[in-house]
């Protein structure tokens, strides 16, 4: 059973860095059939794609196109776990950030518990 | 505005059967396969069909999928309270290269 235990902090004030970790049982990072993706969630945009990271023989990395410039992805596989950086942060980038896979049927078949991330002074 | 088009709301009275439906382009639905979840308050998004049809283990057969051209549905057959939820479809867009999600339907159980 594959379960993704995301860590991070909740709030992170405007122009700063948003900065979150997602932990992966059950599964690796480094899988040949599995990409790790972060997705967003607000009420008033509703469910975001932010971006993926993923091995095939190398490592890749999708981003979205609305956050191609601030956004960065990282995989650990000394941890067995992958990274969240969204750069020059302002209100509008508060919501619940999740980090979830996709497996080898090619759905987004787990998620994180979701980390609730406020950008506020 | 999500790049794939669903109905805020539905709704039905247990026993019934409803739909949900997702509409969406010739980049996404179009070409790729779609995604069902359901939501429930608090909570991750679950995983309810993949593949357009297929369950999941432990999903009961009251769901189903199905997609034509470039829409998609989510039926629920005999409808009980607990299925009293937020739907979402979502499918891979070959043209933004990421995913795109549906803006979500409101099932109210009456």
């Known amino acids: 059973q594959v379960q993704l235990q995301q860590s991070g902090p909740g709030l992170v004030k405007p122009s700063q860095t948003l900065s979150l970790t997602c932990a992966i049982s059950?599964?690796?990072?480094?899988?040949?059939?599995?990409?790790w993706n972060w997705i967003r969630q607000s009420p008033s945009r509703g469910l975001e794609w932010l971006g993926r990271?993923?091995?095939?023989?190398?490592?890749?990395?999708n981003y979205a196109v609305f956050v191609k410039s601030r956004i960065t992805m990282n995989p650990d596989t000394s941890k067995n776990q992958f990274s969240l950086q969204l750069n020059s942060v302002t209100p509008e980038d508060t919501a619940l950030y999740y980090c979830a896979r996709v497996g080898p049927t090619g759905a987004i078949d787990y998620w994180g518990q979701g980390t609730l991330v406020t950008v506020s002074s | 505005q999500s790049e794939l088009t669903q109905p805020p709301s539905a709704s039905g009275t247990p026993g019934q059967r409803v739909t949900i439906s997702c509409s969406g382009s010739s980049s996404n639905i179009g070409r790729n396969t779609v995604n069902w979840f359901q939501q429930l308050p608090g909570t991750a998004p679950k995983l309810l069909i993949h593949t357009n049809d297929q369950r999941p283990s432990g999903v009961p057969d009251r769901f189903s999928g199905s997609k034509s051209g470039t829409s998609a549905s989510l039926a629920i057959s005999g409808l009980q309270s607990e299925d009293e939820a937020d739907y979402y479809c979502?499918?891979?867009?070959?043209?933004?290269?990421?995913?795109?999600f549906g803006g979500g339907t409101k099932l109210t159980v009456l």
């Open positions: 979502a499918a891979w867009d070959d043209r933004l290269i990421g995913w795109v």
């Open positions: 059950g599964d690796s990072v480094s899988s040949n059939s599995a990409a």
């Open positions: 990271t993923y091995y095939r023989s190398k490592w890749y990395n």
